[in-house]
């Protein structure tokens, strides 16, 4: 049982290049996330997936596009990249399913991007 | 002002004291309460959940919730080197959407 995983674990862009993480789930979860971490900001959201088929968006979500691709799946994209983006990313999901506590959120350990 | 302040520390302590991070928010609707573990160059790690009013216990660590004065709090008992790390309260109403802190570093000096 891997949680949740997520790729690559390190990038670095140049401004004006896109890119797409990837993020996956074996818990069963309905729900998935994502997050940027900025120093002194906390997790802030970015988008997020209440189900397969569905998502919306969060706090931060200028400069991104995301896509459920299905139940396990939920990838990010910055289509072009700017050094505002320059962040560490992280995943998450939540239940019902798996066992797992509703609510509660599941993290992935994390993407750590560069825009130059 | 934001929904969840949390004071970000650093906040260092010898081992074996007792810790107490904290925060407050705004929304009234907040019904669940969790703390989050974070070590450096990590994913956040759910550490306790707590359901509307109340203490819970896990071993050496308390969540305390006190929703008339919209305030928690994490007790860290005996504390270890191996608790140094960042440590996020984070809550949410009848949502699936998590609101969190800023984060609090901990350091516990040996």
């Known amino acids: 049982n891997a949680g949740v995983t997520q790729t690559p674990k390190f990038q670095v862009l140049k401004t004006g290049q896109s890119m797409t993480l990837q993020c996956a789930q074996d818990?069963?979860?309905?729900?998935m996330y994502w997050y940027r971490q900025d120093p002194g900001m906390g997790l802030r959201l970015i988008y997020y997936?209440?189900?397969?088929?569905?998502?919306d968006k969060g706090e931060v979500p200028n400069g991104y596009n995301v896509s459920r691709l299905n139940k396990r799946e939920f990838s990010l994209r910055l289509e072009s990249a700017a050094p505002s983006q320059t962040s560490v990313y992280f995943c998450a999901s939540s239940g019902p399913g798996g066992g797992s506590v509703i609510y509660t959120q599941y993290f992935g350990p994390g993407t750590r991007l560069t825009v130059l | 002002q934001k929904e969840v302040e949390q004071d970000p520390g650093p906040l260092s302590v010898p081992e074996g004291a007792i810790v107490s991070l904290n925060c407050t928010y705004s929304n009234s609707a907040f019904q669940y309460f969790m703390w989050y573990r974070q070590y450096s160059r990590k994913g956040p790690e759910l550490l306790m959940y707590t359901y509307s009013s109340g203490n819970k216990e896990d071993g050496r660590f308390t969540a305390q919730v006190d929703k008339s004065s919209k305030y928690i709090s994490l007790f860290i008992r005996d504390s270890q080197p191996s608790d140094s790390a960042t440590y996020l309260c984070a809550m949410s109403g009848y949502g699936n959407k998590l609101v969190f802190g800023a984060g609090t570093i901990l350091r516990v000096k040996s």
């Open positions: 818990m069963n979860h309905n729900s």
């Open positions: 997936s209440a189900s397969e088929g569905t998502t």
